[in-house]
């Protein structure tokens, strides 16, 4: 979409376009609001010297300094960088930073729309009809029509009713499309649908709506729509017959033909406020308010506001504003709207940040930013994700091209020690051949080069571990790999390859993090084979967390250089490492992800980006040489091991053994179950990482007690005394977990100290997730409970601890998974019943004998309130038997339920914890029972719907739901029925009826009934009730957990 400016704007007020303020909006930065409304001038860029440059000349004037030489910070044009922030003025003209990668993914969005603009049938272009025209436009379209680019000048009365006519003005603005529908109840009124093309395929259209519209979460894409929907308020609240649908629309690559909807209806306050009051208050500030850190990447004013971001509290590295508000004793809106009180000030705001208890920063920022000297430190902060020890280090990078969102080069190098002992390197010419077949091409040599390097390393049996510069060197490899194993190739030996090298990099469960579908798998990790050590190491991120350097926001390519690899290749006083650094240097004002993207485009010789791309991982590898020997030296110093640090090393590389699945549906469902464990794992072990690698005293986690001696118990059914524990919780102990009374070993217990905390982090929880007795610590359960003296009574197996009397002591909790192994063997039996499979029958398409009933019934989901994401649910889950819908995984947090309900029109469906999965499985089954079931003939049995789930509880819930959507619904006629072990008590709650399994036929009377049970219960129903013929449709809420 692209704005257009306005006739003759007021000279001297900020003028915006409607997808500027969209974005900045996102980005929460009142400066960038005030910069992005500022004329941008059109002469030489003001970075027109490279960042690089920049940085050296920072460095080197830092380091004139501490040696008594006076040297003034040059900006990178090489003027002194003093005085205030432009964007306190409002006059000031300002030149955003060129960004080739900016302009490719404007190229995308161009592409994407014009492909969409055809598959408009009755399309009306408005690109060349002036906005003065757009009244007449929208009076004149009619109902099946899409006006494309319809420009629209914001009215007075906008300005007039809001009361900023003296704050800011709007350009003209076009929504990318306007569809004309009739009015649903049959009136004459004409309801102007907007929708806007994303082409990005991270582009998330949020559906979260609380009670309060204050927790709606608003993106970029809704916020451009709902201000579109808006201001064509204005425009049209005097045409009669014309409203705006209270749905907004994004067309996305993922889904062309069918946009994803959201309620406008929610967001239009939001909309209002913003333009009345937040943004009037932004414009009227003296100063702005802003914080230079990790989401100003990518940012047009990057460069400018590092200059400026010295001094200000944005001065600490991958400072967040969560950690902003938790500084104390730091008038933090001065420093974040840019205020500069010199060096005293600025190692003020080090000095809290440092102290804060709430939302540690890395320690160690003050030293680097000690007056007249560069200096680096090690923090020295223990980490699970950087190998102690490897004998190889594998360093890939990989480039991408924004316009077609695929790689066009990459550069592999194999190393042992400082040897290369393998590199290569290749690239796909721009416009060299068609995409698909550029990309096809690439990922040929990178598959074959990638193998091979697999293959050394597994001749050799190396420990070793892969290293990519940032996250999305990580996420470009995997998605480039998952996108090629998924292509029809005419080379099926290359596609095993690449499933083998994704598998081998991401050891199955990261995958599940990508946003790309995930392609049909059929061979799958054997689960005995999870790794818990990641064989993907990002440098980016193992550096913020263990390396403090002197520079604000977040590091770079070329601050990792200058403070890193360059003092370690001068102090090597060798004639090689001499001639490596001129090279080096040469290279680094052309080696970041951008440079390498706008060289590429300019069409050099193929030659020229390969060195690119070598001379990359070159200088990632001397990071890491540079990162290695800062921790050890700080080791050293400290009289620690390096494993202390380092709390892992990768075991020795093997190809992953894999089990074949006939059925890609199966796979995925085992793919999922190993996901859910070691996500649920994850989180249980992230308590005993805290503390470690930080201050003594520290506190490390879990739950901390003192011994207090032994006792016996004896056991009222074996009759029989055992051996206990008396522990007392330490005063003003808070506990990570609900302490009561267990049964299944699922503690482990170890000394209070950074050995203990260690012990515990070294603990195989997977490997053990099945095992009570004989593990490799000291394990235990909690026996009782004496509230009043806060003391614990546990029992286990201590011969291996010995606790001391009034010795402090840490309790963690373990992963236990039971089911884990079972729910494995049982996808793969079903998988090898081939045709008499269950989830084969359910990939088969729906006979066409329904498709009017299912339209009719489609168009009746407004009436029981669904949202515009469980519409598409719905519409989805009765094309199939089966299907199955995979939601985004949350980052440490477990995703735990999964539901299957297996129906005529059946559904296989998987949601996050939290996104209203019962509530939607309510929602479907009365609607499903109102409008879609099929009738019975006389004298049949009822159409019989089951339900269970892995407890009592959760059936009940689901059971309530059902029964509290039917209230609301009177054409819904069925039963509900609740089965019991025991009847006694109530036999009614909200309208459904209780009964033991053995009872259930006696109780069937009406023509539709939904039974909810254990699965215990239906099993005792089958043994009942011999000529059963089992559920029509058959609901597993939490399937995952019923073993």
């Not at 009244?135 to 009361?163: D, H, I, S, W």
């Not at 414009?283 to 100003?296: D, E, G, H, I, V």
Request: with cysteine; hydrophobic share 40%; charged share 20%.
């Amino acid at each position: 979409m692209a704005d257009q400016d306005q006739n003759n704007p007021a000279a001297t007020l900020p003028s915006y376009s409607v997808s500027q303020i969209a974005q900045t909006y996102h980005f929460n930065c009142d400066k960038l609001l005030r910069l992005t409304g500022q004329p941008k001038s059109t002469g030489a860029s003001n970075t027109g010297a490279s960042s690089t440059e920049a940085s050296s000349t920072k460095a080197n004037s830092t380091r004139a300094s501490s040696t008594g030489t006076s040297s003034t910070e040059t900006s990178s044009t090489g003027t002194s960088r003093t005085g205030t922030s432009s964007a306190g003025t409002s006059s000031t003209t300002v030149t955003p930073s060129k960004n080739s990668l900016a302009d490719a993914h404007k190229a995308r969005g161009e592409r994407f729309e014009a492909v969409l603009k055809d598959s408009f049938r009755l399309l009306v272009d408005c690109t060349d009809i002036p906005a003065a025209e757009a009244r007449n436009m929208l009076q004149q379209a009619q109902v099946g029509q899409t006006l494309y680019q319809l420009r629209c000048q914001v009215p007075q009365k906008f300005y007039t009713e809001l009361g900023v006519e003296q704050s800011y003005k709007l350009r003209t603005f076009m929504p990318d499309f306007i569809t004309i529908k009739a009015d649903e109840d049959g009136g004459v009124k004409k309801v102007l649908f907007i929708t806007d093309a994303k082409s990005s395929r991270a582009t998330n259209v949020s559906h979260q709506v609380k009670f309060l519209i204050q927790t709606i979460t608003l993106r970029p894409p809704q916020f451009q729509v709902a201000t579109y929907a808006f201001l064509l308020g204005f425009i049209t609240r005097d045409m009669r017959n014309i409203v705006i649908e209270s749905l907004g629309g994004i067309y996305l690559p993922s889904s062309p033909s069918t946009p994803k909807t959201f309620r406008l209806d929610f967001l239009l306050p939001r909309i209002e406020s913003f333009f009345r009051t937040q943004l009037p208050v932004v414009l009227a500030q003296s100063q702005p308010r802003w914080l230079y850190n990790t989401k100003c990447r990518g940012c047009e004013y990057v460069d400018k506001c590092r200059q400026e971001a010295y001094d200000t509290i944005g001065m600490v590295p991958y400072l967040s504003e969560a950690k902003v508000k938790g500084l104390e004793g730091v008038d933090t809106g001065e420093y974040r709207a840019g205020g500069r009180g010199g060096a005293r000030q600025g190692e003020e705001i080090i000095q809290v940040s440092e102290d804060d208890d709430e939302e540690p920063i890395s320690g160690g920022i003050s030293d680097a930013y000690s007056p007249g000297t560069v200096r680096i430190r090690f923090i020295g902060r223990a980490t699970a994700s950087f190998p102690a020890e490897t004998d190889h280090d594998l360093i890939i990078t990989m480039s991408l091209d924004p316009l077609y969102t695929q790689p066009f080069g990459y550069a592999i190098a194999l190393n042992k020690g400082s040897e290369r002992i393998y590199s290569h390197a290749y690239n796909v010419p721009k416009d060299f051949m068609a995409p698909i077949l550029a990309f096809t091409d690439l990922m040929r040599e990178f598959v074959t080069a990638l193998n091979s390097a697999f293959t050394q390393l597994a001749t050799a049996q190396s420990r070793a571990c892969l290293f990519v510069l940032t996250d999305a060197d990580l996420q470009l490899m995997r998605d480039s790999l998952l996108r090629y194993v998924a292509l029809d190739v005419a080379q099926p030996q290359l596609t095993s390859y690449a499933m083998r090298c994704l598998l081998s990099m991401f050891e199955d469960t990261q995958l599940l993090t990508t946003n790309l579908a995930l392609p049909d798998l059929t061979s799958i990790p054997e689960q005995q084979h999870l790794r818990s050590f990641p064989r993907v190491v990002v440098i980016e991120n193992a550096v913020k967390d263990n390396i403090a350097l002197g520079v604000p926001g977040f590091y770079r390519l070329e601050d990792l250089f200058v403070w890193m690899v360059e003092p370690m290749l001068v102090s090597s006083n060798a004639s090689l490492a001499s001639n490596q650094l001129g090279d080096l240097r040469r290279a680094l004002p052309h080696v970041d992800s951008g440079q390498i993207h706008e060289r590429w485009i300019s069409s050099p010789p193929r030659s020229s980006i390969d060195s690119l791309h070598s001379s990359r991982v070159s200088i990632a590898s001397h990071i890491l040489s540079a990162f290695r020997s800062l921790a050890s030296r700080y080791c050293v110093s400290a009289g620690i091991s390096l494993s202390t640090i380092f709390l892992f090393s990768p075991p020795p590389f093997a190809f992953p053994k894999t089990r074949e699945f006939r059925s890609s549906y199966l796979s995925k469902l085992y793919f999922f179950k190993q996901y859910e464990a070691v996500t649920a794992c994850d989180q249980i072990r992230h308590e005993r990482f805290r503390g470690i690698g930080g201050d003594e005293g520290e506190d490390l986690g879990g739950v901390l007690m003192m011994f207090e001696g032994y006792d016996s118990i004896e056991s009222p059914v074996l009759k029989k005394k055992s051996m206990v524990g008396k522990f007392k919780l330490v005063d003003g102990t808070r506990s990570p977990y609900v302490l009561e009374p267990t049964g299944m070993n699922d503690y482990i217990l170890v000394e209070d100290s950074v050995e203990g905390a260690l012990e515990a982090i070294h603990f195989p929880d997977i490997l053990y997730c099945r095992t009570l007795r004989d593990l490799p610590a000291t394990s235990v359960n909690i026996h009782s409970i004496d509230s009043e003296r806060s003391t614990l009574i546990l029992k286990g197996y201590f011969k291996r601890l010995h606790p001391i009397r009034d010795k402090p002591y840490r309790l963690y909790a373990r992963y236990i998974d039971f089911n884990l192994d079972k729910v494995l063997i049982a996808l793969a039996e079903i998988d090898e019943r081939a045709g008499e499979s269950l989830f084969l029958w359910g990939t088969e398409l729906l006979g066409d004998a329904t498709d009017q009933l299912r339209a009719t019934a489609l168009k009746l989901r407004d009436e029981f309130g669904m949202s515009p994401s469980q519409k598409e649910i719905t519409a989805e889950v009765i094309k199939k038997r089966m299907q199955i819908i995979w939601g985004p995984p949350v980052r440490i947090v477990s995703i735990s339920t999964v539901s299957f309900v297996l129906v005529p029109i059946d559904l296989a469906h998987l949601l996050p914890q939290g996104s209203g999965k019962t509530h939607f499985l309510a929602l479907f089954l009365v609607w499903y029972l109102t409008h879609l079931r099929p009738s019975q003939p006389n004298n049949a049995r009822p159409l019989f719907i089951g339900l269970t789930a892995y407890t009592r509880a959760a059936i009940g819930n689901l059971l309530d739901r059902v029964a509290l959507v039917k209230e609301s619904h009177p054409a819904a006629v069925f039963e509900i029925i609740k089965l019991v072990t025991e009847t006694s008590g109530s036999s009614w709650q909200r309208g459904m009826t209780v009964c033991k399994a053995k009872d259930l036929k006696k109780k069937l009377k009406n023509e539709a009934v939904v039974v909810g049970g254990t699965v215990w219960d239906w099993y005792k129903v089958k043994q009942e009730w011999e000529e059963w013929e089992g559920c029509d449709i058959m609901i597993i809420d939490e399937g995952s957990q019923v073993g």
